[in-house]
């Protein structure tokens, strides 16, 4: 295998004519360059210089050496070049998977923190629901997926990184005139009659259990992935529904108000990654900032 390091030794003796000049150029013993040259001409499988008395030229497999080195040992010290620029956060590339409602409450305030303290870092940002961003994640199509889970974390994640963001409980949200808008606090059982506006399918699975856990299997009259969709059913009067606390933050209920549920149902907030990304520095320092903007 040819070095670099020999490589810019060949050329500096192509350079200055003799093993001493690049011996003074380079800092080097003259021994030293002998050594490397014999090894790179070990490496290459043929002779690279012709000695004759004091005098020094190249074979023809030593000029095209020469002539593919600047080449190699320039795109070398630009990829050393670009490597130190994203280690210091200079430079680098964020892809961030994130699920709605966090696309439009933690998503923001952390990638506006990340741009003002490492303005070199590009953040790409597209919306996908656990466990797509999950299975992204693993086919190598982004670097961070914010994902949620509910109850028993069980393996799911057993091969990632997982870093704990927050615990968002599920809020009630009702017609403004239904007959229990004006209550602090329901027993889910209350709302065992009415219909129901449902979300995304892993939501809508734990609305499910949490409602035959009180006694009831809800009638679910509607079911959507976007929470204006939901917020505006129900704000029409066409059935009740719960909602992630993030949801609601990000879209103003009109029409519609909202209610403690008993028991608590919460979802786990986390940032996902590969445990080789966690290692890289824009990556690292995202998932600082989505655990800054949980806490705020």
């Keep these: 295998m040819i070095e670099a390091r020999h490589l810019r030794v060949l050329r500096a003796v192509a350079t200055t004519g003799s093993f001493s000049a690049a011996a003074r150029e380079l800092g080097f013993t003259q021994p030293a360059i002998s050594q490397q040259m014999r090894a790179l001409e070990t ?6 210089l012709i000695r004759t008395g004091r005098e020094m030229r190249l074979t023809q497999a030593g000029e095209a050496l020469v002539r593919h080195a600047s080449g190699i040992l320039a795109g070398l010290t630009a990829a050393e070049e670009e490597v130190a620029a994203i280690a210091g956060l200079r430079a680098g590339r964020v892809r961030l998977v994130s699920f709605p409602s966090g696309s439009s409450t933690l998503v923001p305030s952390a990638l506006a923190a990340l741009r003002a303290e490492h303005p070199g870092t590009q953040v790409s940002l597209v919306e996908a629901e656990p466990p797509r961003s999950v299975e992204m994640l693993r086919d190598g199509d982004c670097d961070i997926a914010l994902a949620f889970r509910y109850g ?3 393996v799911e994640w057993d091969d990632l990184v997982v870093r704990p963001l927050l615990a968002d409980r599920l809020i009630g949200l009702l017609p403004e005139d239904h007959r229990l808008a004006g209550t602090d606090a329901i027993d889910i059982g209350e709302l065992a009659g009415e219909p129901w506006i449902a979300g995304c399918p892993r939501c809508r ?6 409602c035959e856990e009180s006694g009831f299997t809800p009638r679910i009259d509607f079911a959507t992935d976007d929470y204006p969709a939901v917020i505006g059913l129900v704000g029409a009067g066409l059935g009740v529904a719960v909602l992630p606390a993030l949801a609601i933050e990000s879209v103003r209920p009109k029409g519609a108000v909202t209610v403690t549920v008993e028991p608590a149902i919460e979802r786990e907030i986390v940032a996902l990654t590969l445990p080789d990304l966690a290692r890289v520095p824009a990556v690292a320092a995202t998932l600082d900032q989505l655990s800054l903007a949980a806490a705020r």
């Design 43 to 48: 490496s290459a499988g043929t002779p690279l």
């Design 205 to 210: 699975r734990q609305l499910v259990e949490v």
């Design 152 to 154: 028993d974390p069980g």
